[in-house]
């Protein structure tokens, strides 16, 4: 079923045709907009809520600037849908997130219109300052650059950083602060509180447009209309609000706040931004999901709810015959509760992800022990660092993709010290339709080759209750890394007894007599499968399920290399430096000779997709892991038969 735009939206082919549009108009482009962003995601999925709350902010940024010349560049992209329609894609909108369609971000290989690639928050503001550095080096002094970013990213040290050159490098930049109190889940801390300070401060905010009345009867023109005014300006803020101080302490002047949904408001506000030289910040208030009145009232629930009817709100659920697996996440957040309830030193820190880690049940049952630190990777494991000092033993939770954002941490401040912070890497592997700024690709290479360090996955459930179990134990005081994929695992009844699993101790899941493959992690049950499908045909491999890539199951690798010349490695992740390399590494060391297959993501940028999808292309799937056992025997077979 094709989904047809409004009329006005048919007409807009670029940001151009906006520029013809009288402000009715405008409105009416506005609101066809943000049905068409309802539509479509409704029936083919996506983010959702965030992109309804910038409808206008979008129409009036594209009506005032000139794009793609001036550049805007949007934090995180989820709010980005609406740039991405009116910016010639509108037709091809229904294949976002899918296999070979557009990208669920903006993306410089997909459009000109899109300045920079964003998946992780925070990183507009030093982009934006970059691009607008530049522009002024090349002397193209009539180019603006405008950074949008939300108040949930602004928490982030990047930001601050980027504020606090902008302020001092002499930059034509426009910062615009989307405060709708939100990022996935309710924002948290200090600078929520200083937001809505400002927000809701009536003084102030009466105050400052009875001033502005007032000089708007004064006659305008010569020094006092932008010498004068600026200074009054500048003044009411001090005097009124002395929280308006932290952004113009940076040297932004502050603009706001406004009404990010009035729409003639935004326009006449940008335009008179854009005469204005200098680094600046403009202030827009806005609801996340606005004009989907369910989204309005449960932004989390409607960031990314998947397939659902637009009309009733029900969002479509997979059917099941049976009982179906829990996801990962699930069975983390369960049992972590589980584990708490026994042991009074288990804290639990995340950045910004309780809902998507499934923290959020620790929260809301242990409050005083489970807490969100907002957008603050490195914050979240250094704050862990300092805990595990103190005799506590703190689980942090972190999206693999964003423990990169604090690799130096893990480094200085865990593994230097060597403190027992168990670190859960949630969504590692291939994550799917989010695409390669979300993948979970690394972590195995980035994590085994820090000192003290000990690297975990759980092929199933059990196993990922397991792992947790272990490392809490008083007894290991070591930093220890559990990574498990984005999901459903494959045990329908995953509640079971807790136990111990030694430390650097696999398993032989299956003997055999033709070749070995050996498993990491959730992909374990790829190989299982594979290995009945080889059965039936009189093949017979041997299943090893290493579930440590630090330290290696030497024992068990020595026996792998004595019996078989002919092994299969696989993983959820690069095989640049991964668990396959790590396998090459102890058989260079010991001298054995074996021909060995490494199976996992390839040394290239992996797109967007469903899981499946990708792991088929990356080749580690089931069918593409019996396959690889079927050539190397056949090889093997082959070359026996030249030989004789």
């Avoid at 990022?183 to 105050?207: H, M, R, W």
Wanted: proline fraction near 5%; glycine fraction near 8%.
């Amino acid at each position: 079923m094709d989904l047809l735009p409004g009329p006005l939206l048919q007409t807009v082919e670029s940001p151009e045709d906006l520029k013809k549009l009288n402000r009715d108009q405008l409105q009416q482009l506005t609101d066809e907009l943000r049905q068409y962003i309802i539509d479509v995601v409704s029936m083919h999925g996506g983010h959702f809520a965030a992109s309804l709350g910038v409808a206008e902010l979008t129409v009036a940024l594209h009506h005032t600037f000139n794009t793609p010349y001036d550049q805007l560049v949007w934090d995180v992209g989820h709010q980005a849908y609406g740039h991405k329609i009116l910016t010639g894609r509108r037709d091809n909108f229904s294949s976002n997130r899918k296999y070979k369609g557009l990208s669920g971000f903006p993306n410089r290989n997909e459009s000109i219109y899109d300045t920079f690639g964003v998946g992780h928050s925070s990183t507009s503001i030093s982009a934006a300052l970059g691009m607008s550095m530049a522009a002024k080096y090349k002397g193209e002094n009539d180019r603006k650059v405008v950074a949008i970013i939300g108040d949930g990213a602004l928490t982030a040290g990047l930001a601050f950083e980027g504020m606090n050159h902008a302020g001092v490098a002499d930059s034509d930049l426009l910062l615009i602060l989307n405060d709708n109190c939100m990022s996935i889940d309710p924002n948290v801390g200090a600078l929520k509180e200083y937001l809505t300070d400002i927000t809701t401060s009536q003084t102030y905010n009466k105050f400052k447009d009875d001033i502005w009345k007032a000089l708007g009867k004064l006659p305008v023109g010569g020094h006092f209309s932008r010498e004068i005014a600026s200074k009054i300006e500048h003044s009411i803020k001090s005097f009124v609000n002395k929280s308006s101080n932290l952004f113009e302490a940076l040297k932004l002047r502050y603009f706001g706040p406004i009404d990010g949904h009035n729409l003639n408001k935004l326009i006449d506000t940008l335009q008179d931004l854009k005469n204005i030289p200098g680094p600046k910040l403009l202030h827009i208030i806005t609801v996340k999901g606005k004009g989907y009145s369910l989204a309005e009232h449960d932004q989390t629930k409607w960031h990314a709810p998947g397939l659902f009817d637009k009309i009733t709100g029900e969002i479509y659920k997979k059917k099941f015959d049976t009982i179906q697996p829990p996801k990962y996440q699930d069975v983390f957040g369960h049992s972590i509760i589980e584990l708490a309830e026994k042991n009074p030193t288990i804290f639990a820190v995340t950045p910004a992800m309780p809902s998507g880690s499934s923290l959020k049940f620790m929260m809301e049952k242990m409050p005083d022990r489970a807490f969100d630190v907002g957008i603050c990777e490195q914050h979240a494991v250094t704050l862990s660092a300092g805990m595990a000092t103190q005799g506590l033993r703190v689980f942090c939770n972190i999206y693999s993709t964003f423990m990169q954002r604090a690799y130096d941490q893990v480094i200085h401040d865990v593994a230097i010290q060597d403190l027992p912070v168990v670190f859960c890497l949630d969504r590692a592997g291939l994550v799917g339709e989010d695409g390669p700024t979300h993948h979970g690709a690394y972590d195995i290479a980035y994590m085994r080759c820090i000192p003290n360090m000990i690297v975990t996955a759980p092929m199933n459930e059990s196993e990922l209750r397991n792992l947790m179990y272990t490392a809490q134990l008083e007894k290991n005081q070591h930093p220890f890394v559990i990574r498990y994929p984005r999901g459903e695992g494959v045990m329908p009844e995953w509640k079971t007894p807790f136990r111990e699993i030694e430390i650097g101790k696999g398993r032989k899941l299956k003997d055999g007599k033709d070749l070995a493959i050996l498993t990491f992690g959730h992909p374990g049950n790829f190989a299982a499968t594979a290995i009945r499908q080889l059965r039936t045909e009189d093949l017979d491999p041997a299943h090893y399920d290493l579930r440590f890539v630090k330290p290696l199951d030497e024992e068990l690798l020595h026996e792998v290399f004595s019996k078989y010349n002919k092994i299969i490695t696989v993983e959820d992740g690069t095989v640049v430096g991964g668990f396959g390399s790590a396998i090459l590494e102890f058989m260079a060391a010991h001298n054995y000779k074996a021909q060995v297959i490494i199976l996992g993501i390839p040394d290239k940028i992996i797109e967007h997709g469903t899981p499946k999808q990708l792991q088929q292309e990356a080749e580690f799937d089931t069918e593409s892991i019996a396959n690889s056992a079927r050539r190397m025997l056949k090889e093997s077979f082959e070359s026996n038969l030249l030989s004789q």
